[in-house]
């Protein structure tokens, strides 16, 4: 009795076993890949904060998502990635307001140096209303869900000469290599110097060789490209506080669920909370590395460079796309 039920138990369990097994592959869900693309180096925070986003998905959504990080540009060249999302390549990026403005000119007035005062100001302008306003035209012209966004840090001159910079006059000649782009040339023009095109892997070179005298970055990616082994000085003139906007295609943001949605928020605000922390501590302590390693770290005057830049945009063609109103209420946050 008792090896007959034992028996026909461990049948009805075999064929349960045999069922479970044929059928299985059939439910499984496949994880969603989401596939990253980035020319940041694997030691700069913004790099990093991509496994912060990575592992607290995984944490939140085990086994959902197959998240894919690829830096140094491997993947999709820098200023590549808003296309390859649009055609379905690629499914998110860290992208910046000068590649949005390739495609929506509106936004230029997010490239304007010295127009965000700090990483707070930066936080309540991109996370309020401007915000909304400024994702919404990015989500209907692009095809592209903006996240958030992310402090990338405040922009400083970095130069392998020796000659002193005061003003922007003082930078009259100097080859200056800015990204791609018309208008991150157009800034290094503001700033007085005479800006030349190459791609972020190919800085640490340029700067070896002299094909550059500088280039500008903030002090944290400095430090993770090693350009402070090729240069001799950093200036500070803070003339930009620039974002990153972390950023994934329209076509498979609204093919998860809610709750996936909610989950990638929430890992991308654990991702930016990672990134922006390391970052504001990093600019307050490497002023003292770089001194360490030999480079002359001084302040300019920000003032004439401010003025100087500030008038450049205004009275530029790129001044005549932003919204009406919109500086003054970028101003106005507080
Ligand atoms: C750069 O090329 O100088 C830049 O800082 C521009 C940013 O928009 C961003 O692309 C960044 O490089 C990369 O993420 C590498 O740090």
Known sequence: MHSSLTRRALGALALGTGLALAVAPAFAQQPLKIRISSPAVDTDWHAKQLYVF????NELLPGQFDVEIHLNGVLFKQGAEPVAMQRGNLEMAMISAFDIS?????WSIFTAGYLLRDPDHQAKVFDGEIGKEMYKLVEDQM???VLKV????TRQLNLRTDKEIKTPADLAGVKLRMPTTDTW???G?????NPLPLAFGEIYTGLQTGVIDGQENPLPTDKAAKFYEVTKQIVLTDHLVDSIFLTIAKKAWDSYTPEQQKAIDEAIAAAVKFNNENRIKDEQELLEFFKSQGLKVYAPDVDAFRKQV?????KSEYAKSW??????RINAVK
Request: aromatic share 8%; glycine share 8%; proline share 6%.
């Open 150 to 153: 992310a402090y990338l840090g």
């Open 54 to 57: 990575k592992d607290k998905l």
């Open 310 to 314: 500030q008038e450049e945009y205004l």
């Open 143 to 145: 095809d592209l869900h």
């Open 185 to 187: 040339q157009f800034l």
């Open 189 to 193: 023009k503001a700033l007085g110097a």
């Open 323 to 328: 919204p009406a109103g919109l500086i003054d």
């Open 102 to 106: 390739k495609q929506i000119p509106e």
